[in-house]
């Protein structure tokens, strides 16, 4: 493990969505001398709500704008004198990259070509700093693995990348782009690779925010299939403290793995969050009543699942956040927005 990293000046790319929203909370009341730029371009799944009343928000900059820009990205590290870049922006939905692949193609490899090539512009050429001087995360996914039959042990760091669809392929691209600037250029960089997020302020399209959703409506609750797609759950919070660790203390070149350490069927999942609902906001009957099985989705992956023990190990990480905690945390957040 090499010695801790002290990030100063923090560019934070999709910072309005779910996660790096999050993220940014934490980091701003985590470290009271880091300032933090926020550049979002406020699509479908980013929203200025989620970024008010953050913690000592004097530190903290929003900037609406395109990773893809690269004269704006260009202009914000000097100006700002970022020395470290966290980079959450993507397109994200898979129902959506089926149905229009090209924003994904443009956002998660081009947008991802755009910001390596102003880190290393301005950190590499321009200011001659090394990896005690800046650093750059790539916030990946478990989805760039491809899918896990019942009985196949989880995803680790050496899994062979098999995207299924142009969402994980898009973001295997930019996941390779980045190895490529660390091993040519020798740019800082490290990664990090994680499993299904849940928690507060989710975009609505997400799997449990819809079932939430149908809950509170008492309309029908989309299942696709027979259900029986298993996905491994971690708490928002929870990744986010992982990638902190990894931007401080991970090795440069690595990727490391955050996991709920549980894969239950997305069948499952409906039926913990109705009986929740049962529990909070009871209708006549079960809202497991308005369970509805609708046609799958093209190349829909059958299982992931995450072997995090290179984080636990190297990093002293672990989720802290059980799943019946967080859902509990979840469904109350949405009844009460």
Same mark, same amino acid.
């Given at each position: 493990?090499?010695?801790?990293?002290?990030?100063?000046?923090?560019?934070?790319?999709?910072?309005?969505?779910?996660?790096?929203?999050h993220?940014?909370?934490?980091?701003?009341?985590?470290?009271?001398?880091?300032?933090?730029?926020?550049?979002?371009?406020?699509?479908?799944?980013?929203?200025l709500?989620?970024?008010r009343?953050l913690?000592?928000?004097?530190?903290?900059?929003?900037?609406?704008?395109?990773?893809?820009?690269q004269?704006?990205?260009?202009?914000?590290?000097?100006?700002?004198?970022?020395?470290?870049?966290v980079?959450?922006?993507?397109?994200?939905?898979?129902?959506?990259?089926?149905s229009?692949p090209?924003?994904?193609?443009?956002t998660?490899?081009?947008?991802?070509?755009?910001?390596?090539?102003?880190a290393?512009?301005?950190?590499?050429?321009?200011?001659?700093?090394? +990896?005690?001087?800046?650093?750059?995360? #790539?916030?990946?996914?478990? /989805?760039? !693995?491809?899918?896990? @039959?019942?009985? %196949? $042990?989880?995803?680790?760091?050496?899994?062979?990348?098999?995207?299924?669809?142009?969402?994980?392929?898009?973001?295997?691209?930019?996941?390779?782009?980045?190895?490529?600037?660390?091993?040519?250029?020798?740019?800082?960089?490290?990664?990090?690779?994680?499993?299904?997020?849940?928690?507060?302020?989710?975009?609505r399209?997400?799997?449990?925010?819809?079932?939430i959703?149908?809950?509170?409506?008492?309309?029908?609750?989309?299942?696709?299939?027979?259900?029986?797609?298993?996905r491994?759950w971690?708490?928002?919070?929870?990744?986010?403290? +992982?990638?902190?660790?990894?931007?401080? #203390?991970?090795?440069?070149? /690595?990727k !490391?793995?955050?996991? @709920?350490g549980w %894969? $239950?069927?997305?069948?499952?999942?409906?039926?913990?969050?109705?009986?929740?609902?049962?529990?909070?906001?009871?209708?006549?009957?079960?809202?497991?009543?308005?369970?509805?099985?609708?046609?799958?989705?093209p190349?829909?992956?059958?299982?992931?699942?995450?072997?995090d023990?290179?984080?636990?190990?190297?990093?002293?990480?672990q989720?802290?956040?059980?799943?019946?905690?967080?859902?509990?945390?979840?469904?109350?957040?949405?009844?009460?927005?």
């Open positions: 493990m090499m010695s801790t990293f002290l990030p100063r000046s923090a560019l934070v790319t999709g910072g309005a969505g779910f996660i790096g929203s993220f940014v909370r934490q980091w701003l009341a985590d470290y009271p001398e880091l300032s933090i730029l926020t550049l979002d371009r406020l699509t479908y799944s980013g929203s709500d989620r970024l009343h913690p000592n928000d004097h530190r903290h900059t929003f900037v609406q704008g395109d990773i893809c820009n004269e704006l990205v260009n202009y914000l590290l000097r100006t700002h004198q970022v020395d470290t870049i980079h959450f922006a993507a397109e994200t939905h898979v129902d959506r990259s089926i229009g090209a924003t994904f193609i443009q998660n490899i081009v947008g991802t070509f755009s910001l390596l090539e102003a290393r512009d301005f950190w590499l050429k321009e200011k001659r700093w090394d +990896g005690e001087r800046c650093r750059y995360h #790539q916030v990946s996914t478990d /989805e760039v !693995y491809g899918s896990l @039959g019942d009985d %196949d $042990p989880p995803f680790s760091e050496t899994t062979p990348y098999h995207p299924n669809s142009p969402y994980s392929a898009s973001k295997a691209s930019g996941d390779h782009l980045v190895w490529s600037y660390h091993h040519t250029f020798q740019l800082p960089v490290t990664f990090s690779h994680c499993s299904n997020n849940f928690g507060p302020s989710q975009q399209e997400a799997f449990i925010p819809t079932v959703r149908a809950c509170k409506a008492c309309k029908p609750i989309p299942i696709y299939g027979d259900g029986g797609n298993r491994d971690l708490y928002v919070e929870d990744h986010c403290r +992982g990638i902190d660790r990894v931007v401080r #203390q991970g090795r440069l070149g /690595e !490391y793995h955050f996991g @709920g %894969d $239950p069927s997305n069948l499952e999942i409906a039926h913990l969050i109705c009986t929740t609902m049962d529990r909070l906001r009871p209708i006549s009957g079960s809202h497991a009543a308005l369970l509805t099985f609708v046609p799958d989705r190349g829909h992956d059958w299982r992931y699942a995450i072997n023990t290179k984080s636990r190990t190297e990093l002293a990480w989720p802290s956040v059980s799943f019946a905690v967080g859902l509990e945390k979840t469904v109350t957040w949405y009844l009460e927005n």
